[in-house]
């Protein structure tokens, strides 16, 4: 899917969800892109000239947050919901806590839900060179009485071409132009990030042949 569809579906989804319904979950990929924050500045996050050279798209969602990577090696969640269920910070990782969960007890991965600021990154028994680093970068939006929570999975996606398009190491340095403003910077991983497929994974009885792609995070989380 385009990710300038999905930017726009899911502020549409979540005015179709009954405010005293319980939170829905969807499940998606986005064909290559880079996605903004609500109050980000393209030009101090991204490297505009590599993203036309690239043919990756850009554009920019409703909620807040930093600039992410999308590609088909990286599925991304959404939870929709009340305001009372997805609004304050113990709802979200809650819901994180869902889909940690998930590639636990079905895929024997060491991951869990930060409580900083309930991003998903690897445990303290994964490897030592990457313990804490993310591969799941979060947001959410409150508008009236409903909510929405959500984030990408980083599966196997294509991570030469996050650190090419994106400032990470130093943001803003060596941007396009130069220019000052009131938007939002995104916040660096100190950790670095990683793909679930680069970690080791322990065996998870009746789950040790499980492949570890987008249909399979879709069941596992699902279930």
């Keep these: 899917m385009y990710a300038c569809i999905t930017v726009y579906l899911l502020p549409y989804a979540r005015s179709q969800v009954e405010p005293d319904a319980p939170p829905v979950l969807y499940l998606y990929r986005n064909a290559p892109s880079i996605v903004l924050g609500r109050n980000q500045n393209p030009w101090k996050q991204c490297r505009m000239g590599g993203l036309r050279d690239a043919g990756v798209s850009l554009v920019r969602r409703s909620s807040g947050g930093g600039t992410v990577y999308h590609d088909l090696g990286n599925t991304n969640f959404c939870f929709i919901g009340h305001k009372s269920v ?3 910070k113990a709802g979200r990782h809650s819901h994180a806590a869902v889909v940690a969960g998930a590639f636990v007890q079905r895929f024997g991965l060491p991951v869990r839900v930060s409580e900083e600021r309930v991003d998903l990154v690897v445990a303290d028994d994964g490897p030592p060179a990457v313990r804490g680093a993310k591969f799941s970068g979060a947001a959410f939006r409150v508008s009236g009485e409903r909510a929405y929570y959500h984030g990408t999975l980083l599966l ?42 680069d970690l080791p994974r322990v065996s998870v009885q009746g789950h040790e042949t499980r492949p570890l792609n987008h249909e399979s995070v879709v069941a596992a989380v699902g279930e």
């Design 86 to 88: 997805l609004g304050d």
């Design 156 to 197: 196997n996606a294509d991570l030469s071409a996050l650190t090419h398009l994106l400032y990470i190491d130093e943001p803003d340095a060596g941007a396009d132009v130069t220019i000052t403003g009131k938007d939002t910077a995104s916040v660096r991983a100190p950790r670095g990030v990683v793909n679930l497929a």
